[in-house]
């Protein structure tokens, strides 16, 4: 086994495989067990040591995480939903195909942006708040809540200061 990250590279799981190693990874049956090549790397498993570390990868990839009023999941289809914390009904969540499709999104949004701006790209209904909320709530976005009432937003000097510098010339 070989250390990667934060996780142990020993399988021929094929998500791991590319998340870990751009695609320069391999995986055979070998007898009674599974031979894996990543980066150049050979790793022998046996197949419940190989069936171990796909479920925990099943597990990673299908994280949910919670913040203060929303949460956010990956889901082993590769889209991202946010939902409101503590409800379960598709009324409350937001699916996107990608956690990458709710980043462009966010990119697209203004320096302040209130559930108007977030309703101009086709979101509609209390989804609008749920969305500015989670902006705020998850490290992945540099922006705050700029007002409660009405509820707005603003992204923070971090995400400003990655803009490209022909914008900033605007």
């Known amino acids: 086994m070989s250390q990667r990250g934060q996780f142990q590279v020993c399988s021929g799981v094929n998500l791991l495989l590319i998340?870990?190693?751009?695609?320069?990874?391999?995986?055979?049956?070998?007898?009674?067990?599974?031979?894996?090549?990543?980066?150049?790397e050979t790793h022998e498993l046996t197949r419940e040591a190989a069936a171990d570390l796909r479920e925990s990868l099943a597990d990673a990839l299908t994280e949910r995480r919670e913040f203060f009023r929303t949460a956010g999941e990956f889901r082993a289809d590769g889209s991202y939903v946010v939902s409101r914390k503590a409800a379960n009904s598709?009324?409350?969540?937001?699916?996107?195909?990608?956690?990458?499709?709710?980043?462009?999104?966010?990119?697209?949004?203004p320096d302040r942006f209130d559930a108007d701006d977030v309703g101009?790209?086709?979101?509609?209904?209390?989804?609008?708040?749920m969305l500015l909320r989670h902006f705020?709530?998850?490290?992945?976005?540099?922006?705050?809540?700029?007002?409660?009432?009405?509820l707005?937003?603003?992204?923070?000097?971090?995400?400003?200061?990655?803009?490209?510098?022909a914008e900033a010339e605007e």
């Open 19 to 40: 998340e870990f190693s751009d695609g320069n990874a391999t995986a055979s049956p070998n007898g009674d067990g599974i031979v894996v090549e990543v980066d150049g």
């Open 90 to 109: 598709a009324g409350n969540a937001k699916m996107f195909d990608s956690f990458e499709a709710l980043r462009r999104l966010y990119d697209r949004l």
């Open 120 to 129: 101009r790209t086709g979101i509609t209904g209390s989804r609008r708040h």
């Open 136 to 150: 705020a709530e998850h490290p992945a976005f540099d922006c705050r809540i700029r007002r409660r009432n009405p």
């Open 152 to 165: 707005s937003a603003e992204k923070t000097e971090d995400d400003r200061s990655a803009e490209p510098a």
